[in-house]
Each structure stands twice: as C-alpha cells, then as structure tokens.
C-alpha cells in the first residue's frame, strides 16, 4: 500500500489542503519583500559632500545654497556635482566664470560626510552611515550578506525538518526570521546590522522551503501542480504589494519593519497547520499520522476507514530501515540520486541567479523604480497562471527547459537593442522577467516530486542553498557594467541557456507518485537518471 492510496480514501484535495495552502500563502507573503528589500533600503540617493564646515566667513554664509555648492563642490563631465570630491576651500571666482578651470586647486575627499536628496527616501543605508564613495562597497554587500544567511539557512532547516518535523521547524522559522527582522531595524552601526540581517536570512528561509514540502505532502497527484502554481502566487503577490508598501514607508528602519510584520497572523494562525502525515508514517509516529489523517477525513467530509489505523499505516514502506535517519550524505551515497543532486543544484543555481540579476535591476527601465518594482511583479501573474497549463500539457522538464531557454534569448536580444530605444528594451525585459518566473515556480514543484521522501526536506534545503548562491552571485554579477554596459547581458544569458542544457537530463515526474525510498529513484530504469514509478509500474512489476 501507498500513501496515495490513503490520501484516496480521505481526499487529496479538500477543504483540509486548502487550509494548509491558504495558512501557506500568508506565511511566505513577507519573504519576496524582505528578498528585494535591499533595492530600497539599500538605495543611494544622490549626494555631495558636506560644505557646511568649509567657511564660516561672511562672504559665504550669505550665498545661496546652489552657489555654495558651486565654489565649494567640483563639477563632473556632464556638469553635475561630485559625489566625493570636494575643494580644501571656497572658489568664489567660479561664480563668475564657472568655465575657468585652470587654476582650480587638486579636489580631495569629502572630510565632513555627505549631503544626500532626500526627496526620494528619508533615510537609506546608504545615508545612515555614509556607505558611499570609498565605502560603497559595504552597502552593496548588504545583499549578498543577507543571501549568504538564507544560504546556510536552507540547508540547516532542511535537515531539521528531516529531524524533528516540518510543522515545530516552521515555527522556529516564523519566530527567528521576524525576531532578527524587527532587531534589525533598531541597528545603532553597520556592522550590527549587517549581524542581524544575516541571521534575518538564516532564519526566513527555512519558511519557503518547509512549506513547499508541506504542502506537496498533503495533496494528491492530480493536484500537485495547482498547489504549486497557488503556492508560488503568494511571492507574485509580495512582489506587486511590496513596492506600494515601500512607498508608503520611506524611511528603511520602517520600512523593515513594516514587510516584517505579516509574519505576525503567521505565527498566530500556525496552531492551524498539520504536521506532514508522510513524514510521521517514516519517523515511525504512527498514532500521530492517523490523527491528522482522521481529521483530514472529517474536514473533508470523508469516513476513516481502515486504512489510517496505525497497523495499517505500517504496511506503508517508507523507510528502508525502520529507525535509521537521513543526512545530506544521501545525497551522494548512490548513483542515481548523487546525480540528481548535481542537476537539481545546478538548475537552481542558474534559475536563481537569473532570475534575480533581471530583479535586482530595477533602474534598468530608466522608470521610476518603484514603478519598475510594480512591474516585475505583476508580470509574474500571467507567467504563474500559465505555468498549472504547461505543467499538464508540455511536462515538467519541457516547461522548466523552455522558460530557461526563452528567457536567454531575451536577455541576449537586449545585448543587442541600442540604448536608444527605451520602450523596445523595456518590453524585451519584461518578458526576460515573466520567462524567468515561469522557471522558478516550475523548478519548486518539480525538484519536490524528484526526491524520496525519506531525504526529500534535506534535498529542498540543499537546492535551496545552491539558488541562494546564485543570488548572493547575482549583484556581482551587475557590477560588471564598470568594465563592458552588456557584460551582465551576456553573463545572465549564458547562465540561463546552459542551465536550460541541465535541466534536459532531469526525468519527467508529471503523472507519477511521489518516490519514497532511495531504491525507488535506484531501481535500473530507462530515464537517464531514474524518475519515480507511477502506481501502475509497481503492480506490473511486483512491487
């Protein structure tokens, strides 16, 4: 006997895996705010060095404040004011003459901090601390700070959940993630700040991953690809809702706060989630897992029958030793699954990475950029919605190969798109960015149906960990405009057309039950890397 064959008999998608899935989606709203956060908080506002120590004479207290920043601020090429420099004192002949540079003495660095247009945000990162000119590279490492800490984090709450189930790790990840966060915004320095975010990003990820996994357990075959398509909308709503929030709170301390705060009704509302009836049934907790399956019988208006008793449940071979726990050395003991481990990280890898080099460049359109922000995130909507049709129709691997592929060319069309013509490059990123959202919501779904169940928590946290590197890689790779404009063009180009190569060797899951032992994914098979069986397979083959 199956698991599915007991989901059968109490529904696999009722009005208890609705619960969880709507419980699911008001938890995961915050992450794709605090993920984008650092384009706002992180933002530089125009500034010059501060002058209003230079003189204290007469002749400059009574000039205008354009005319102070005249004599005392050089002027660039094309006419604006420095941003670092500064002269050692007033040249009042530039008001005269502003032409006349011959005699200007050499400008040195700004030596009593900085101005900054706050027309725009109250305060910024940037503007607390002055992480600006020799110092913005610390403003930049804000993203990868935080990044690197959802790094590590994925891949501890992966083995956690594995341990001690995903229902307590989720809540260890609800309250960790908002304590960090709302810590963090009552920073006195950078390097305290820089402390809490990443422990912000250790503790938030292990929400995404958990209840991805959450959620698949619960559901049937036929519904798994609804479920994840619904399950991705919740980041396509924080995307959209995020900028206006932003606007709203212009000051970062507030701003973190208030993206912070929805983790509140999360963490009330947890008592509501089940624990995963799979992963009890393999931990050997078998009176527990007919709990929660006679009370997703009742809430789904179905009769328990026989088959939650726990004699019954242990006819369920879910483990290939009874008592023995799984690390994230599974994943490389044998052949077959130590190869879909190299293919999954990979393809999370470069879907991440591109994904978020297209996202974290929100003054790419020239637009306002909370207008920019607004954009991403409502063109995620249609991309999401035509992802529950492909993964029917087209399949899982050709879905998550095709968007990859599409979402190249895009970026390598633009390479080629002259600066000149704005509207054309705009509407060539846009659909960069739907391609990429298609892969991401497909690549979630998918990469949870690869993996047995006994390791498929630790499988998540791992492919987590490896698409959190290539966000943490993303932002580095947008610097690299300073050498060549269309370097990170073509960088995100070729990281998305050799992940789509990748991505062609994973094995087709559409229509197959979810494997529950290694020696499901083992077994000699046909797929270049060992798909699960499907229920019929079993019974032709004995097993």
């Given at each position: 006997m199956k698991f599915e064959d007991v989901l059968l008999e109490v529904s696999g998608f009722g009005r208890f895996q609705k619960l969880i899935l709507s419980l699911s989606f008001l938890g995961r709203f915050t992450l794709p705010c605090h993920f984008m956060l650092s384009n706002f908080i992180a933002a530089v506002p125009s500034h010059h060095c501060n002058i209003s120590g230079l003189d204290t004479s007469a002749a400059f207290v009574n000039l205008t404040v354009e005319q102070r920043q005249t004599v005392s601020v050089p002027a660039e090429a094309d006419g604006t004011l420095s941003s670092c420099l500064m002269f050692p004192e007033p040249q009042f002949h530039l008001l005269s003459n502003t032409s006349n540079t011959t005699d200007l003495p050499a400008a040195e660095p700004c030596q009593n901090g900085w101005m900054f247009d706050n027309s725009t945000f109250k305060s910024t990162l940037a503007s607390e601390w002055d992480l600006v000119c020799e110092n913005k590279g610390l403003n930049k490492a804000t993203t990868t700070i935080f990044f690197i800490g959802v790094m590590f984090g994925a891949v501890t709450f992966g083995s956690?959940?594995?341990?001690?189930?995903?229902?307590?790790?989720?809540?260890?990840?609800?309250?960790?993630?908002?304590?960090?966060?709302?810590?963090?915004?009552?920073?006195?320095?950078?390097?305290?700040?820089?402390?809490?975010?990443?422990?912000?990003?250790?503790?938030?990820t292990g929400i995404v991953i958990i209840s991805s996994v959450l959620v698949v357990e619960w559901v049937d075959i036929e519904n798994r690809k609804l479920v994840g398509v619904v399950d991705s909308l919740s980041w396509t709503f924080g995307n959209v809702v995020f900028p206006l929030i932003a606007y709203g709170f212009r000051d970062w301390r507030w701003l973190t706060i208030a993206v912070t705060c929805p983790l509140i009704p999360a963490i009330i509302s947890w008592r509501?989630?089940?624990?995963?009836?799979?992963?009890?049934?393999?931990?050997?907790?078998?009176?527990?897992?007919?709990?929660?399956?006679?009370?997703?019988?009742?809430?789904?208006?179905?009769?328990?029958?026989?088959?939650?008793?726990?004699?019954?449940?242990?006819?369920?071979?879910?483990?290939?030793?009874?008592?023995?726990?799984?690390?994230?050395?599974?994943?490389?003991?044998?052949?077959?699954?130590?190869?879909?481990?190299?293919?999954?990280?990979?393809?999370?890898?470069?879907?991440?990475?591109?994904?978020?080099?297209?996202g974290?460049?929100?003054?790419?359109?020239?637009?306002?950029?909370?207008?920019?922000?607004?954009?991403?995130?409502?063109?995620?909507?249609?991309?999401?919605?035509?992802?529950?049709?492909?993964?029917?129709?087209?399949?899982?691997?050709?879905?998550?190969?095709?968007?990859?592929?599409?979402?190249?060319?895009?970026?390598?069309?633009?390479?080629?798109?002259?600066?000149?013509?704005?509207?054309?490059?705009?509407?060539?990123?846009?659909?960069?960015?739907?391609?990429?959202?298609?892969?991401?919501?497909?690549?979630?779904?998918?990469?949870?149906?690869?993996?047995?169940?006994?390791?498929?928590?630790?499988?998540?946290?791992?492919?987590?960990?490896?698409?959190?590197?290539?966000?943490?890689?993303?932002?580095?790779?947008?610097?690299?405009?300073?050498?060549?404009?269309?370097l990170p063009q073509v960088v995100l180009c070729s990281i998305a057309i050799l992940t789509s190569l990748v991505a062609h060797f994973l094995?087709?899951?559409?229509?197959?039950?979810?494997?529950?032992?290694?020696?499901?994914?083992?077994?000699?098979?046909?797929?270049?890397?060992?798909?699960?069986?499907?229920?019929?397979?079993?019974?032709?083959?004995?097993?």
């Open positions: 956690l959940s594995d341990k001690y189930g995903r229902r307590i790790m989720l809540l260890v990840s609800y309250v960790s993630g908002m304590g960090f966060a709302v810590i963090s915004a009552f920073s006195t320095s950078y390097i305290m700040f820089a402390v809490l975010r990443f422990l912000t990003g250790f503790g938030i509501w989630i089940p624990e995963s009836a799979r992963w009890l049934i393999a931990s050997g907790q078998l009176e527990k897992a007919q709990y929660y399956l006679q009370k997703c019988a009742m809430m789904n208006q179905r009769e328990a029958t026989s088959t939650t008793k726990p004699e019954n449940l242990a006819l369920i071979v879910l483990t290939e030793k009874g008592s023995r726990k799984y690390t994230y050395l599974d994943l490389v003991r044998t052949p077959k699954i130590r190869q879909l481990a190299v293919l999954t990280g990979l393809t999370w890898f470069g879907v991440a990475s591109t994904a978020y080099g297209i974290f460049n929100i003054a790419g359109f020239g637009l306002n950029m909370y207008l920019t922000q607004f954009i991403y995130g409502v063109v995620e909507l249609p991309a999401k919605l035509s992802v529950y049709y492909l993964l029917e129709k087209v399949g899982r691997r050709k879905t998550e190969v095709g968007s990859l592929l599409f979402t190249g060319v895009c970026l390598g069309i633009n390479i080629f798109i002259s600066k000149d013509h704005p509207g054309l490059r705009t509407i060539i990123a846009v659909l960069a960015r739907g391609f990429s959202a298609v892969s991401f919501c497909t690549v979630i779904l998918y990469s949870s149906e690869l993996y047995p169940t006994v390791i498929r928590q630790n499988a998540m946290g791992y492919n987590s960990s490896m698409a959190r590197l290539g966000v943490a890689v993303a932002p580095l790779i947008l610097l690299l405009e300073d050498i060549w404009t269309s094995p087709e899951t559409r229509g197959r039950c979810l494997p529950e032992t290694i020696e499901d994914i083992e077994r000699p098979r046909d797929d270049p890397v060992g798909a699960p069986v499907t229920e019929m397979e079993r019974t032709q083959n004995g097993l």
